[in-house]
């Protein structure tokens, strides 16, 4: 019975009643399209940056830094910020190894080179990478040209994209085994490298960031970025660490000679040795465990349908007491992935406010309506309605209204977004392509944020009628029969 008397007032407040679908209907619309585009661009950075280089857990340094792969995510102090080391890496390394959940776990150390081939001098960030784990752990990553690196070599892999933009520059194709020179400037001098080119690769979910990475041995990057490297070497002999307990004068004993007794120069040293010793040297550089030394992080990927949060609370149980933490991949990402939420959190915010300046305007039309009805009221009062009985018709009439302008709402950006879709818009811009995971626009209806949307035309349809429901509560029966 109630429900007829609330669909007839509707119909017979026509009028009022279209103006509040409009209203709802465009918030809700608005709202719908705004987040499926935000929700598709999630989806799209977690594909790129989880199957490419983030995987699932990234362990990193607990510094009280929110920090990425790339560096610190807190731009004010990026410059003045270096990627700490692990501690302990070996422990944690097993910790990780023996998760249950855990499908590849791999090691990354990072760094920043200038490279130059063919001519082309660009600044690159470079990835040391455990070459015996780290691609099985990136399915997106697909070997174009060359092979993958291999454990204990020295090369290096560029993407199809810098390729494609060092060709166009110079008119020559890059071949596989050209040699690639990285350079590092720092206070102590340059140090440089040369390595030949192994691979080409690209991704199945491509970014703009992820092109301009480079893939190397860790020996490589720690050289050039002067990470010192673990060493298992036995400690030094009771004569050398002796020279450490004695006066310092004693340095400067019969070792160096005296004015009185000159020293003679040591007859078997020559240019030669010199050289020869260096030659040792770098052998012997190049002949170490070059899974040893210090990383930066330690990558995991989980099993398929494993869920991340419950795994990455009980990792970081595991490991208190060692000076490092699990991030997800968003943190690990870096500042393209936390800008989305950033934009996420602001489009709501407008939603929000436009939410507030459409609710108003509603709460005027039925402060409107509830004085036209105010004979109406009346008379249901003076015959025995009850306080409640007119708060439900009038909330009642509202929340139908509502609901249906919400439904209309996300129907209208439904049809939106298909005809969207079906127009195939080609992203030219980089960033945008980035955001939204490709280059063509394809955003797909999402149940959550169509629900979510929903939730928002009810929500507006309830708060601005309570104070309409109560104004008409308060009509008193006497009203009416003034009004005849």
Known sequence: MILLQMLRNIFRNRKNSLVILLLVGVITALSFLGNSILSQSQKGLQAS????????????????????????????????????????????????????????????????????????????????????????AFPGIRLKEGRFLKPGEQGAMISAARAERIEKRKKTKVTIGEPLLFTTAASAGFKIRELPLVGIFSYENP??????????????????????????????????????????????????????????????????????????????????????????????????????????????????????RAVGWRTAAGNTALLVLLVQALFNAGIVLVGIAGMAAIVNILLIAVFRRTREIGTLRAMG???????????????????????????????????????????????????????????????????????????????ASLYPVETAVRIEPIVAVKRG
């Open 49 to 136: 940056y989880r199957e490419n280089i983030t995987a699932d857990l990234v362990i990193q340094r607990d510094t009280g830094v929110s920090m990425s792969l790339f560096g610190a995510n807190t731009p004010i102090i990026d410059e003045f910020f270096t990627l700490p080391v692990l501690p302990a890496h070996e422990a944690v390394y097993q910790i990780a190894l023996s998760l249950p959940e855990a499908e590849v776990v791999t090691s990354q150390v990072t760094g920043s080179a200038v490279l130059d081939i063919l001519g082309v001098r660009e600044p690159v960030p470079l990835f040391g990478v455990d070459a015996g784990t780290y691609f099985s």
């Open 385 to 463: 309605a009850s306080d409640g009985y007119i708060r439900t018709l009038v909330l009642g009439e509202n929340l139908i209204l509502s609901g249906l302008a919400g439904f209309l709402g996300v129907l209208a950006g439904w049809i939106g977004l298909t005809y969207l879709n079906r127009q195939a818009v080609s992203l030219e811009n980089p960033i945008l392509s980035t955001l939204l995971g490709g280059q063509i626009i394809n955003v797909s209806f999402s149940l959550s944020v169509a629900m979510g949307s929903a939730a928002v035309a009810l929500g507006l349809g309830l708060f």
């Open 207 to 324: 970014a703009q960031l992820l092109d301009e990475l480079v893939f190397t041995d860790p020996q490589t990057v720690r050289a050039l970025s002067s990470i010192l490297l673990a060493s298992d070497e036995p400690d030094p002999p009771a004569e050398a660490s002796g020279l450490l307990s004695g006066e310092i004068d004693d340095l400067f004993g019969d070792a160096f000679g005296t004015a009185d007794e000159p020293t003679e120069p040591d007859a078997g040293f020559s240019l030669d040795e010199l050289k020869s010793r260096l030659v040792r040297e770098k052998d012997s550089d190049e002949s170490q465990d070059w899974r040893g030394g210090d990383w930066n992080f330690i990558l995991i990927r989980l099993k398929a349908g494993v869920p991340v949060g419950p795994v990455q609370t009980s990792l970081n149980r595991q490991l208190e007491g060692y000076g490092v």
